[in-house]
């Protein structure tokens, strides 16, 4: 991993009226790292996430992301970024390929690079022949991973997954994560969401957050060690105990 900072925010603050909903979070991440960020429903991940994608702007508080800042150069942030959401993005009434060209075209691949990215994607996907199927009609599985493809098809310096394993079952999640694994050793780095917490045991470093606050940040087993724990699903139970903002 990568010593080369690509996101440092400091008492990132967002509100809404009187409700703080992230709390003066400060982080650093490294190029090249795997980035767990963990915390109940209601904790503040999504809304400090879209901050950081540069699609919400902060109360208060700094940062940069890629090397721009957030408050002032939100659209340099996003050519720099992928994102693949819970739902994994995709358009079920076109094709693969439609696909994962609209999503380039979007991120602002010229055409020709476009041909030669998506032809070597299908090759590592083994999804040569299915080109012209419709995505609606493949299994999750395979959705997932065409929805990966996309938010990375024009090698981002981040990419952003919020909640992308959910619905799947577990052999297709570890797949999953050889994924996530292959563009981290390419010098990606990779900011997850996740409820599965033995999803968090595959991160370099994890952040959890409580009611808008990050109440603890480390490695897994640094985290493990500090609370006395044997599994982060312990860790996440004591940090979380308190937790007014949760399901």
């Given at each position: 991993?990568?010593k080369?900072?690509?996101?440092s925010?400091?008492?990132?603050?967002?509100k809404f009226g009187?409700?703080?909903?992230?709390?003066h979070?400060?982080?650093q991440?490294?190029?090249?790292?795997i980035f767990?960020?963990?915390?109940?429903n209601?904790a503040?991940?999504t809304?400090?996430?879209?901050?950081l994608?540069?699609?919400?702007?902060?109360?208060?508080?700094?940062?940069?992301?890629?090397?721009y800042?957030?408050l002032?150069?939100?659209?340099?942030?996003?050519?720099?970024?992928g994102?693949?959401?819970?739902?994994?993005?995709?358009?079920?009434?076109?094709?693969v390929?439609?696909?994962?060209n609209?999503f380039?075209t979007?991120?602002?691949?010229?055409?020709?690079?476009?041909?030669?990215?998506t032809d070597?994607?299908?090759?590592t996907?083994?999804m040569?022949?299915?080109?012209?199927?419709?995505?609606?009609?493949i299994?999750i599985?395979?959705?997932?991973?065409?929805?990966?493809?996309?938010?990375?098809?024009?090698?981002?310096?981040?990419v952003?997954?919020d909640?992308?394993?959910?619905?799947?079952?577990?052999?297709?999640?570890?797949?999953?994560?050889?994924?996530?694994?292959?563009?981290?050793s390419?010098?990606?780095?990779?900011?997850v969401?996740?409820?599965?917490?033995?999803?968090a045991?595959?991160c370099?470093?994890?952040?959890?957050?409580?009611?808008?606050?990050?109440?603890?940040?480390?490695?897994?087993a640094g985290?493990?060690?500090?609370?006395?724990?044997?599994?982060m699903?312990?860790?996440?139970?004591?940090?979380?105990k308190?937790?007014?903002r949760?399901?």
């Open positions: 991993m990568n080369e900072t690509v996101i925010v400091k008492d990132l603050t967002k009187e409700f703080t909903a992230v709390d979070i400060s982080l991440v490294m190029k090249g790292e767990g960020f963990l915390g109940a209601g503040g991940k809304t400090a996430m879209r901050m994608c540069g699609l919400s702007f902060p109360t208060s508080g700094s940062g940069t992301v890629a090397g800042d957030i002032r150069q939100a659209e340099e942030i996003k050519r720099h970024i994102y693949m959401s819970q739902k994994f993005s995709l358009y079920e009434e076109l094709t390929w439609e696909n994962l609209l380039a979007i991120y602002g691949m010229p055409a020709k690079s476009i041909r030669e990215k070597a994607a299908f090759r996907l083994g040569e022949n299915m080109r012209n199927v419709l995505v609606k009609t299994p599985g395979w959705k997932q991973k065409l929805a990966f493809t996309a938010a990375t098809l024009h090698t981002p310096d981040i952003f997954l909640e992308p394993t959910g619905g799947v079952d577990p052999a297709t999640r570890r797949k999953f994560w050889e994924m996530i694994y292959q563009a981290s390419e010098g990606m780095t990779v900011f969401t996740t409820h599965y917490l033995d999803e045991e595959y370099h470093r994890v952040s959890i957050m409580v009611d808008g606050r990050i109440q603890a940040l480390d490695s897994p985290l493990k060690q500090q609370y006395r724990a044997g599994t699903d312990e860790v996440f139970r004591i940090v979380a308190d937790a007014k949760a399901d």
